[in-house]
């Protein structure tokens, strides 16, 4: 389908209702994988972190990762979550060219936390709350590199490879129930829920949430009805969209396109689809299974889960201040408007502020710094504000250098360019590129004498009362010194020799 053949957005909203379903899948930062001893460890030259267990050798049998257990249990308590009493694994059946054993072990009715929410906050501050169906565990599957061919892709491909490194590895998988009711707000919604979502599982310590890596990966189940209609569209799921900004790009497609074809009469195909990040644009993958086609059945080889309430209630005290309550805190202990919270929130800064502050800067120094200049630095750059080559720590220190007057602002922006460049820490940086204030009052005195000396008019308005005059010196001075003054003792030191 051509941009041509979309709907208009604008259109889509007036005419139709989407409906959302988002299906996060989490793979956990466990040392080894969900029922094996095999390293969980990202990379790896292929088939390295293999054995008979996760390679589905005949006689070969799994055990549980206990520590994947425990953080499927903190994330579902995370979420406001259920937590069963009683569950158990099934096997998925379907044909997983990247599975050797060619099921899931997965689960499937017995999952071990239900009926969970998670409140998400849009840009403008505005809450929706979406519900959890439930949070199961499950195993990943390996990887297929498919060689030869323009795209990369299994069609025009002259051979595949297989890299079962990944197969095994724990996941859980998080699934809201139907979100309704967001309108034209349908694509920021999906992003926010899963940028929440990320942040609290990275408070979690569960996993290193690192989408560009696929250890977060997001399902996004769309579908469309017409205004006041009863009944639910069909969905399409466009499977495994690795970043935020693709997930609200995924959907804004999805509805448009799906809005073209319902108008056109034509009628949407039950779908997976996957997501061409350089277009923006969905397309066609496999017709969408339903549970009955993959033929769960209980897993033989596994007993079933019974964690304790006693159990239970020991893990929710390992809990962290999550993500939303310590937003609270600092709003409060940082005075912040909710505007300024927000901004903070949206740039990614809060951990970023909070670093700067223990390692002791004021916060209100620390949130102009990251929300200011070094912000202006990401965006030159084309990166998140976590990315840059700074440390809280060193954010910190040319902070207080500037408290200790050892910079001006203008010389601590130079440190912060030298930090950034790769030059060491921010001492190093003053040393190796002069950028020491000039605090010797002889020396300063020398650039007064000078700049009044060439500007003797100005010097009169000065010893006439007119202090205001004294700021063409102080700029002077100040190119004079190639910024290494401070500004504030020049002008002391002007009217001083004015005797104003």
């Known amino acids: 389908m051509t941009t041509a053949e979309l709907m208009d957005y604008a259109e889509v909203i007036t005419r139709f209702d989407p409906v959302l379903g988002l299906e996060v899948h989490v793979e956990l930062s466990t040392a080894t994988k969900m029922f094996c001893g095999c390293s969980n460890r990202f990379g790896g030259e292929p088939n390295t972190h293999v054995c008979p267990t996760c390679l589905g050798l005949p006689g070969s049998l799994p055990v549980v990762n206990a520590v994947a257990v425990e953080s499927a249990i903190r994330i579902g308590l995370a979420l406001n979550c259920e937590i069963a009493p009683w569950c158990r694994f099934a096997r998925k059946n379907y044909f997983y060219p990247d599975m050797p054993k060619n099921f899931q072990t997965s689960q499937y009715d017995e999952p071990i936390a239900f009926n969970g929410y998670l409140d998400v906050t849009l840009d403008d501050g505005e809450v929706v709350r979406v519900q959890i169906e439930r949070a199961h565990m499950e195993e990943d599957t390996g990887k297929s590199l498919h060689v030869g061919g323009a795209t990369g892709r299994i069609h025009g491909a002259e051979h595949s490879l297989l890299d079962y490194n990944r197969a095994g590895v724990p996941l859980i998988e998080i699934v809201t129930k139907t979100i309704e009711g967001t309108g034209e707000r349908a694509p920021e919604v999906a992003r926010a829920y899963v940028s929440t979502l990320r942040d609290l599982l990275q408070a979690l310590d569960v996993s290193d949430v690192r989408m560009d890596q696929g250890s977060l990966r ?95 209630q020991e893990l929710r005290g390992t809990l962290p201040e999550l993500p939303a309550e310590r937003r609270k805190r600092v709003q409060a202990e940082w005075s912040l408007t909710d505007l300024e919270l927000r901004d903070l929130v949206n740039a990614g800064a809060i951990d970023l502020v909070a670093a700067t502050a223990d390692a002791g800067a004021p916060p209100a120094e620390a949130r102009s710094w990251w929300m200011s200049y070094l912000s202006q630095q990401a965006n030159a750059r084309g990166v998140d504000l976590g990315a840059l080559p700074i440390t809280p720590g060193q954010v910190a220190r040319v902070i207080a250098l500037v408290a200790d007057g050892a910079l001006t602002n203008k010389l601590a922006r130079d440190v912060v360019d030298g930090v950034l460049a790769g030059e060491g820490e921010p001492d190093h940086v003053v040393e190796t590129r002069g950028l020491k204030v000039v605090s010797d009052d002889s020396a300063l005195y020398a650039a007064v004498d000078e700049a009044l000396a060439a500007n003797p008019d100005v010097a009169t308005k000065i010893r006439e009362g007119k202090h205001a005059a004294a700021g063409a010196i102080v700029g002077a001075v100040m190119k004079a010194t190639q910024g290494q003054a401070d500004a504030k003792r020049v002008r002391e030191l002007i009217l001083t020799r004015c005797g104003a």
């Open 218 to 312: 997001c399902d996004a189940n769309v579908s469309l009805m017409e205004r006041g209609a009863a009944e639910f569209g069909t969905r399409t799921e466009t499977k495994n969209v690795n970043s935020l900004r693709s997930v609200e790009r995924a959907v804004r497609f999805e509805m448009t396109r799906q809005a073209a074809i319902l108008a056109s009469g034509g009628s949407i195909l039950q779908e997976t689809r996957h997501f061409e990040e350089a277009s923006g644009t969905t397309r066609a993958g496999r017709r969408k299974e339903t549970s009955e086609d993959y033929r769960y059945f209980p897993e033989p080889d596994l007993v079933p889960i019974a964690p304790s309430a006693e159990w239970v």
